[in-house]
């Protein structure tokens, strides 16, 4: 990792993985987020985050939400383990809510989802 950024062997940039992750069916709700995990070949902890017009119709306020979620996964990346991606679809509510809160249902999801160590 350089600085605070993902590399790109850390991100999940092809749609047919985003496909993959979506038609295995792990997902994990939250009200700020909701996480899919993508297992089998090439998966290695990489990140793929979606925003779509349901957050907001204005793209600034999307990619906030991005930049969000991101940050936030950065933060904890270390204290996660396990092959698999993961995906994050931001949802409406993130716009409002304090970094601490999505900071909190980001660490419940991956507990949940068996991602923490």
Known sequence: ???????????????????????????????????WLRQGEGASLRLGVVSSKKVSNRAVDRNRARRILRAVYREHRPEFGGAVDVVIIARRNILSASHEDVEKEMLRLAGKAGLVK
């Open 1 to 35: 990792m350089t600085g605070n950024t993902l590399s790109r062997q850390q991100r999940l940039v092809k749609a047919s993985l985003f496909r993959e992750a979506f038609a295995q069916k792990k997902s994990f709700v939250g009200r700020f987020m909701v996480i």
